[in-house]
């Protein structure tokens, strides 16, 4: 079967870094998404890797290792405002997006 | 500005009373897609369109029902509502289905069932 994996909840201190990891087995790779989603809200586009290395933009980067099947999301200078669930969803071979549950960041002061 | 919009935001319907939610979009993308997301899980799809081609996920009730009758409308029927069916319902859009496309989801209606 097709799995997404990851941490469930994770705490951060505002103005730290915090590092969301992502792990997936699927049929077949067409890229990888992350996505964030406020409490009762949609989620929004953060980034897309479908080759191996770092993305950067902004306060917010992703990583990918295909062959590890393993992504990160790397969020710097934690603000309030970045308490949200954090979605990784892989596109498999048929092109289908596949979801992991989310891991659910919390900032404190 | 709005992009995907969903009305109405929050609805509730009474077990076994047939609701519509409606979705449109103003992106002219080409797929559209249906999501239920019940809390802290992961989105779930239930259909997609591209174009006017209808692709319905192996693990949607018969339940639910969908319509687009044009580029801009996407229609999402439940037609016996039942108490597992009360979630978040979210509209998503892309250009396309491949590549690094993203999906822009609306704000979502909020199914209440009683």
Redesign the interface.
């Known amino acids: 079967g097709q799995n997404i994996d990851q941490p469930t909840e994770m705490t951060a201190t505002e103005g730290a870094i915090v590092q969301i990891n992502c792990t997936y087995q699927t049929s077949g790779f067409n890229g990888l998404f992350w996505y964030q989603q406020h409490a009762g809200e949609a989620p929004t586009f953060l980034s897309y890797n479908v080759l191996d290395g770092l993305e950067e933009k902004g306060r917010f980067s992703s990583f990918l290792s295909r062959s590890k099947g393993y992504s990160y999301l790397l969020l710097k200078e934690l603000q309030m405002k970045d308490s949200a669930s954090y979605l990784c969803a892989v596109r498999d071979s048929n092109y289908q997006l596949i979801w992991g549950a989310g891991t659910k960041l919390i900032i404190k002061p | 500005d709005a992009m995907v919009i969903q009305n109405p935001r929050y609805q509730v319907t009474q077990f076994g009373k047939p609701v519509t939610l409606s979705c449109s979009q103003t992106l002219n993308h080409n797929v559209m897609y249906w999501y239920q997301q019940k809390s802290?899980?992961?989105?779930?799809?239930l259909f997609h369109y591209y174009d006017k081609d209808f692709n319905n996920e192996a693990d949607t009730p018969d339940n639910f029902q969908s319509r687009r009758p044009n580029t801009s409308f996407c229609f999402l029927d439940i037609r016996s509502p039942g108490l597992g069916d009360a979630a978040?319902y979210?509209c998503a859009t892309s250009r396309d289905?491949?590549?690094?496309y993203?999906?822009?989801?609306?704000?979502?209606t909020?199914l209440t069932v009683t």
């Open positions: 802290s899980q992961a989105p779930k799809l978040m979210l289905a491949s590549g690094s993203e999906q822009y989801f609306g704000p979502g909020r």
